[in-house]
């Protein structure tokens, strides 16, 4: 059986404070991870023919993650970055763009579950889903 690579760049905003990343195909944990620094996320999967489901779990972030002044103004936040998104060396970078991937959060616990639209940048603890079919080419036909 064949197989695809799947690679991504992840990166924070403030290394010093870091947001939890969990990765997860299907049901399989691909990735977990505190992201301190740019990485690239790459792993291979069998290219069957089947719907399958990535998604991008963002995990632990708290209220130390925030910084406020003396009036409680948020000054700045953790985030991660999730760029440069690829399946066998493919950039899908324009599809996200045109077709961005959902983004389930409850601003960390404080409102209801909302679903916003990914496009590169996530604040909030929840999971950013993609979902395809393999063979790949062929979803990359349909959607590009």
């Not at 939890?20 to 999967?45: A, R, Y």
Request: with cysteine; glycine share 4%.
């Amino acid at each position: 059986m064949d197989t695809i690579k799947f690679s991504c760049v992840v990166n924070t905003n403030i290394p010093a404070n870091p947001i939890h990343l969990q990765i997860v195909l299907d049901e399989t944990v691909m990735f977990d991870e505190d992201v301190v620094n740019e990485e690239t996320v790459s792993f291979e999967f069998n290219e069957d023919e089947n719907d399958h489901t990535l998604r991008f779990l963002i995990l632990g972030k708290n209220d130390a993650h925030i910084i406020r002044d003396e009036d409680g103004n948020v000054l700045d936040s953790t985030e991660l970055s999730i760029t440069d998104i690829s399946f066998g060396g493919i950039d899908i970078t324009n599809i996200i763009m045109t077709s961005p991937l959902e983004y389930r959060h409850d601003f960390n616990g404080s409102a209801d579950e909302t679903i916003d639209k990914f496009y590169s940048i996530a604040g909030c603890n929840g999971e950013i889903i993609l979902n395809f079919s393999t063979p790949i080419y062929l979803w990359l036909l349909e959607n590009m």
